[in-house]
């Protein structure tokens, strides 16, 4: 892990020990640079997991990825700081009909006898900074229903049994969960078969819908497909795009760099098919 480069991909210059303003600061200047993105997979290509190729992805190259290449390139980045980091299995609610399968990743940082709640692989709706899970006391967490408010929104961790769930506020709106976890550690290899799942299965969202998202100070700028939103607060602002101006905006918006006839499966209508809108929700 080559940290002075990954600091320097999200900007961050300040001082670097494994403390909570620290915690907070990477967490901030990652979710705000590096954008959330499936081309890769829009393009056909595998999506690799080893950490240099996440580097000279994410890093060298300027690209972004989705929730196993960002909180697995932030894992090995915090724990080259000296944090305490665990990777957990999550099953995402946003916008499903039915118990959807384990492909999120999360991380957990323990600090100062707390735990906290890395996430900056959740698209438009990743929260800027940690969010606190409660104490760690005995070896359990003692569950607090605490609001953090950043980004023009609030979110919270509530307990639900043995789950952790992870719920979101927007301005002017109601809570509504994001996804629920288990606090185990999970190994590298459960990560690889969900990655896999996720990245080929027919149904996954991430092959039937491209997206690039990227979270910003008060709100986020997402496009799916070529619907793209930028929402500022409580303000959103909602519009189509003709497929010729995709490749400027990916560029404008997202840094984001394609040559021009790139070809992605989604928009461009390449090894898809249609399915009905009840299909299996996979990540988003």
């Known amino acids: ?23 907070r600061a990477l967490h901030r200047a990652h979710a705000t640079s590096i954008p959330f993105e499936n081309l890769d997979i829009q393009r056909g290509l595998r999506i690799d997991l080893e950490i240099g190729a996440l580097q000279r992805k994410m890093v ?9 290449e960002h909180n697995t390139l932030a894992m090995h980045a915090l724990r080259a700081v000296g944090f305490d980091v665990m990777a957990c299995e999550a099953r995402v609610r946003a916008g499903a009909t039915r118990v959807a399968p384990r492909t999120h990743m999360v991380l957990l940082v323990t600090l100062a006898n707390q735990r906290w709640l890395w996430d900056t692989g959740f698209g438009g709706d990743t929260p800027l900074e940690p969010l606190l899970l409660g104490r760690v006391a005995q070896g359990r967490e003692i569950g607090q229903d605490g609001e953090s408010h950043q980004g023009g929104a ?21 809570w509504t969960d994001l996804y629920a976890f288990v606090a185990d550690a999970r190994e590298p290899i459960d990560f690889e078969v969900a990655n896999w799942y996720t990245s080929t299965h027919p149904e996954s969202h991430f092959v039937t819908t491209l997206t690039a998202q990227l979270r910003t100070p008060d709100g986020s700028r997402v496009l799916r497909n070529l619907t793209y939103t930028v ?16 490749l400027p905006l990916l560029r404008a918006q997202f840094r984001l760099d394609f040559p021009a006839g790139t070809v992605f499966r989604a928009v461009d209508g390449t090894g898809t098919r249609s399915f009905p809108a009840s299909a299996l929700p996979i990540d988003v």
Do not use: N, Q
């Open 60 to 68: 060298e190259r300027g690209r972004g990825g989705y929730c196993f």
């Open 231 to 246: 929402t500022s607060g409580a303000t959103s602002e909602v519009r189509e795009i003709a497929r010729k101006e995709l």
């Open 1 to 23: 892990m080559d940290l002075a480069a990954y600091l320097a991909r999200i900007g961050h210059a300040g001082t670097i020990s494994p403390t909570l303003d620290t915690l």
């Open 154 to 174: 609030s979110y919270r961790v509530i307990e639900e049994g043995a789950l952790r769930v992870v719920r979101m506020k927007a301005a002017g709106g109601e």
